[in-house]
């Protein structure tokens, strides 16, 4: 049995994490740390686990006194909280899977410029494995401490690394143009995502400046054969609560059809279960709940691009369930162990 | 394993039970038959069962052809469908489940003034059981028709039995204000349940003459210590997929306090490991996607009432959960299996 | 040209009165105050008044300094914070329309009670006037102070007067179930009103606690012929911005029919242009951005009861459009100036 | 006064109109046709209009009877259902305003090649006028035919064309990535327009086949200096009644910065007072119910791309409201007569 411990267990990411964990055959978590509930029983915060989750949410301290107690630490914090705690888990011995951002960039520089935070533990940085599970099972396998990808990196990379791999996209022209549900906000109290504010709206946000580029970037540019990888990113917030949708553009670098680019991908993830390769068109209602990542494929011919559209549930695949099929592969155990939900509709 | 046939597989009931029973460790599904979408696989339909569920869909020939090879049909059919199919079925020693309203009402003539058909299969309602599981688990374990309760009736009966029972409650002075989500409208199109219909409004409906009315008062009078219930119901339409919230209003014999009903309600409920008794209030939120009930209990001591308020997934514990649940019961597995999902928030 | 003022401009309410009053033909506003956003623009807050209202908004100090070039004073603010102001705006000769709670209630005590704060002008209750305009017109007329209804009390009394005041209704057995729109809970941060916490769900709140149930049987008591009327009340918060349906049960004295009904409301609201007595039932929607109440009438002979339901926006019949419904009417104007929407569908 | 007639009233795009004509000051709506609902009264079908107009809408038969009675006929039919029925007003005199598509593109061929439908009123093609008001007010004033444009057309048209007029765009870098809500869809029963299946989903649909492709390069072409211009188009469907999100992707041709750009906009728009170009970004609740269109303008300078982002309602100024607009012009009114609506937030 696995003894986990999540730090930040009661934002919605950390929650989903709970949900996995608490029916995982392998696993056992020992404590649900929280900065703002601890005291709290995890089911007075979130009602669904009345008669499952009612363990006491213990504080940050107690959450450091019990690590020598644990086998793996998910962490599920604000970028930059993360140095230290991390830190004192990995000298433990304590594996590390990271929910947040502070070790997905490979570079310090660039973390630093578009997180406006000093990276603290430098030092860990080349250890640590980017978990995009479906393009480096290998790394993962040994791996102490996990780089849990972002959401809108998930959907986007794995909807663009088959063309970029195969040299079938001209490296400058991608744009990616994301919708998120209003999970991907957290769970904070703000009025930017109240209800009456979100509701009956779209917009885009972060326009040319949000912090996911840079690690699509990083994990294209390293798919790429030398080639340093420049996207254009806009995410949009949706008026639903979970999904992303990631629609990317990209001019094709030789004639080719849908029909063979289906093909391709399907060869491409034929060993990945979760990733779904279809004849039609991604509907984020169809991956929500699930572990899934429903991915279409349309060519334009009259403007020689290619359109991939990808879907995903962002706090599963996009976080919790993505960070537990990385916990199963780095233990061992079968990658779908507690992941095989189907999507309930409607 | 009992195999399976299922009739109506295609609407929303329909495929929570394909759902259901995909996962089901004792269950396979010998087929599933629609009436609109015979020829179609199962996963063009439903996209989330993609990878999963993608048998070709049979039509109502197909699955009177195959009645001799299952052991259980689950029928989920509009009203006055069922009569024949049930009939054939039991024939044959084909245990059924009917999702339907045909076998609920114990009396042929108020079946018909309520749902303006002839009643066909006079003969099968004496023995037909109403599955309401926890109020009727004995009956349930030897029946061959099992008549699967109603969701309003389900979210009703659960929150007001306990008051009944115990002559808590005026008889005459019940008042149920329930609220529905829109898949309870089932998966027809109608201009009625159009998005654009049904966003940003709720209303009233069938006020005074829901079908559902005969079936709560049968069950409730059944309860009752020589009392003849009849209620007055109110059904409204809210802009949300899923989920039932049943208030019920109802003048209390002689004082007592909410704590002291709460008591009374857990004790009640003690063995029954799907309802869950707050101490505050629920919300349907908590209970979607599972076949949990959460019931809160307040006593308005100003004017003497008792306001009963149950929480249910309206195609889960209103539909097909229970289905699945009156099934285990039905043939001597554990209650619970293949139903113990927890709700996922948000 | 009436000069106004509105104090809490910034908030839901303050926010639709601006609306209204920046296209009223007599009327100019001379300050937006808010607590939270003194210094900004008003369109910086609310973007749809980008090219329209562009005002700075002030803080208190400054609105208190304009008083005295102000006709009449709008104010939309937590309960216990306008003693003060109303007091100092009256001894300047301004009229005050009050969209908060601090003077619909005639008895100290019961505020005191229900709110659980000192009301600080006691003085001023028996000079306020009950603004519910179809009801109370003629008092409105020469009134300086005017206390502004509630959202639920106004939908609730518009749809139970009729039948207290014709003794039509038994007295104790009234029991509203009111369902409303998340604008109803303001705009402020909290976790309660994000939009992944509100979509997707109902729950009833406040039940039997409620502020506005004194309210609503202080009016009802009024209506009625020498009865104390009691309710038990029950709001809901539904998944849409705005509206408010109260669905409202009693027992009925007599043998009446829901078409006997219906004339007697047509004839008891022939003269109140905002009112509409409905054949069937209405739905928020119909009434979304307008200052309209639609009132559907059925009759239960089962259970001889009848079933009002009405609608309102919440934020315009419900706070706004009533205001500046009755400053027509304090000033001598057309009553339905500035104020003739029709509802957009969908 | 105007005489107007509609036809297509009880669809979307037909009611919106009849709202904005009911209060229009110099219009009288002569008649009210429909296909589905000839003989029922206009509220029965919009209970919006209780009170307001109660006319009983007509058949397609009467309403040719009534042309010669009218000055202007409104159009608001399926595409290839309008050829007919605008010569013969034509041929009487009257102005025809087309909310449909069979009027916009110049090319027959294009037409007959998306549409798939042959065109039958060829010759009037020359005639007729693109509608898109700012952009064609000229050729507006003395137009007997009408072609009022596509609700994504608009939104785009208007982002995009001062930089193609201006050059500052590379003519075959253009992406547009367009999210609508299901208004668009339009008022009838299908089952892929239900609330259960858009509602907490987001999917591209028609991607690099949608109707609306040709007529955005068609006006895109015409504003460009000698290139006929190819976008790459894709719309999405988002769960909101109303409102468009158009984002804009191109390569710029020289470095400019946003802020360069937002006061090359406001100049080009200096004269349009629907026209509203932001300092931040738009959303589509702030134009939710107006005739405005928000316009916000990004630099990608990593990537050289500029971002134009365009808020409408896609019922009003993406079509009925710049129908009304259009007609103000045709008859020599002041052009925002009948517009000036603000948005009602939230």
Known sequence: MIKAGIIGATGYAGEQLAWFLYKHPD????????HNYAGMTYNEIYNNFNGYIEDVCVNMETAISKLSSINVLFT??????????????????????????????KSKDEYEEWYKVK??????????????????RESIKGCNLLANPGCYPTATILGLTPLVKNNLIQPSSIIVDAKSGVSGAGRSASIASLFTECNESIKAYAVASHRHTPEIEQELSKASIGNDIKICFTPHLVPMNRGILSTCYGSLTKAVTAKELIALYREFYKDDCFVKILDGLPETRWVRGSNLCHIGIKVDARTNRVIVISAIDNLIKGAAGQAVQNMNIMFGIKETTGLDIISMAP
């Open 27 to 34: 696993v056992s978590v020992e404590f649900y740390a929280s």
């Open 76 to 105: 599920a914090m604000p970028h930059g909280k993360t140095f230290k705690i991390a830190e004192k888990a990995l000298s433990l011995g304590v594996k590390v899977i990271d929910l947040g951002a502070d070790f997905r960039l």
């Open 119 to 136: 990276h603290e533990s430098v030092d860990l940085l080349a250890s640590a494995v980017y978990g995009l599970t479906e393009l480096n």
